[in-house]
């Protein structure tokens, strides 16, 4: 059983992640989309509503026989991979920009868990500047996010605003 997790935070989903979710599917049988619960930071979406999303969005995502599950988790991340018992941990690479600190992550993750592996796939070039972040700001700026985010998500953003 070959089982991945691929965390994040999530707030919002983006195509960019689900380009990242159809990509890594095919090389495990098993996937947890691990959204961190992170009391320090002031979310848009709350991890139920952002877990919630992730759910009502995945059964549209062609995940080639890879068995999806969406949890929050708090605290380390390779913690949590290896309370799952996972042996990777999926991150998406958009620009040499992401490197760095994904490097980071990674080095420190594997000295904490040496068992488990980060495997890095690299986002559609379509979605390279596609971040949670970015969309947000847009969207609230009155900017439009078609086609960068899935439609449920955009319309659960519209909710928020109004
Ligand atoms: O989607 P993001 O915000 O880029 O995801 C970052 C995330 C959640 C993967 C990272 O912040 C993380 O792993 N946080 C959990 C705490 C942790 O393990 N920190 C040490 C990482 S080496």
Known sequence: MRRAIFPGSFDPLTNGHLDIIKRSAPLFDEMIVAVLN???KLPMFTVEERCGMIREVLPDVDTNDCSMLVESFSGLTADFARKRRA???V???RAVSDYEYELRMALMNRRLEPEIETV??????????VSSTLMKQVFELGGRVEGLIPELVEARMREKKN
Do not use: H, K, Q, V
């Open 38 to 40: 992170n009391p320090d």
């Open 87 to 89: 042996t990777a941990i």
């Open 91 to 93: 991150r998406g690479i």
């Open 120 to 129: 890095f796939l690299m986002a559609g070039e379509e979605y390279s500047y």
